[in-house]
């Protein structure tokens, strides 16, 4: 199989907000597009309330953080990869000060050994109502 660039779309992570595949697959690389908590066929996002314009009234970092890693797992083995294989993960917070305690110590729980290098920057907003985006590299 021909694994020069080659695009890879989970069945069980949410779809894309645009025009891009979940994963590019390179060699033994594969390289994740921004990954976010929403569910697959809907626009629910886990822990997110929203008023009737779509503006964030309340979130939960935990419930985000927690789906957010659900789906990276769903891309990695869609891939042929797994948790245990990535490499380095860029991590994406609104709320660098409320939220960076919850999610380093949910860091800690999903990757107790040998875990990925990271950073972690605070951007003003994402594309959808999220507080949260992991942008992932592993290898196959």
Same mark, same amino acid.
């Given at each position: 199989?021909?694994?020069?660039?080659?695009?890879?779309?989970?069945?069980?992570?949410?779809?894309?907000?645009?025009?891009?595949?979940? &994963?590019?697959?390179?060699?033994?690389?594969?390289?994740?597009?921004?990954?976010?908590?929403?569910?697959?066929? $809907?626009?629910?996002?886990?822990?997110?309330?929203?008023?009737?314009?779509?503006?964030? #009234?309340?979130?939960? #970092?935990? &419930?985000?953080?927690?789906?957010?890693?659900?789906?990276?797992?769903? #891309?990695?083995?869609? &891939?042929?990869?797994?948790?245990?294989?990535?490499?380095?993960?860029?991590?994406?917070?609104?709320?660098?000060?409320?939220?960076?305690? $919850?999610?380093?110590?949910?860091?800690?729980?999903?990757?107790?050994?040998?875990?990925?290098?990271?950073?972690?920057?605070?951007?003003?907003?994402?594309? $959808?109502?999220?507080? #949260?985006?992991?942008?992932?590299?592993?290898?196959?």
């Amino acid at each position: 199989m021909n694994t020069e660039n080659k695009s890879i779309d989970s069945s069980k992570a949410p779809e894309p907000v645009g025009l891009y595949p979940h &994963a590019k697959r390179v060699g033994n690389f594969l390289f994740l597009s921004g990954v976010g908590p929403r569910e697959r066929g $809907t626009k629910k996002i886990p822990g997110v309330e929203l008023d009737d314009k779509g503006a964030i #009234i309340s979130y939960d #970092i935990e &419930a985000q953080c927690r789906s957010v890693f659900r789906n990276v797992k769903y #891309i990695l083995e869609d &891939a042929g990869s797994s948790w245990d294989k990535m490499v380095d993960v860029t991590v994406f917070l609104t709320n660098m000060k409320d939220d960076f305690a $919850t999610y380093n110590k949910l860091w800690a729980e999903y990757f107790k050994e040998n875990p990925p290098c990271r950073t972690t920057i605070e951007i003003n907003c994402l594309p $959808t109502p999220i507080a #949260i985006e992991l942008k992932v590299m592993a290898t196959i």
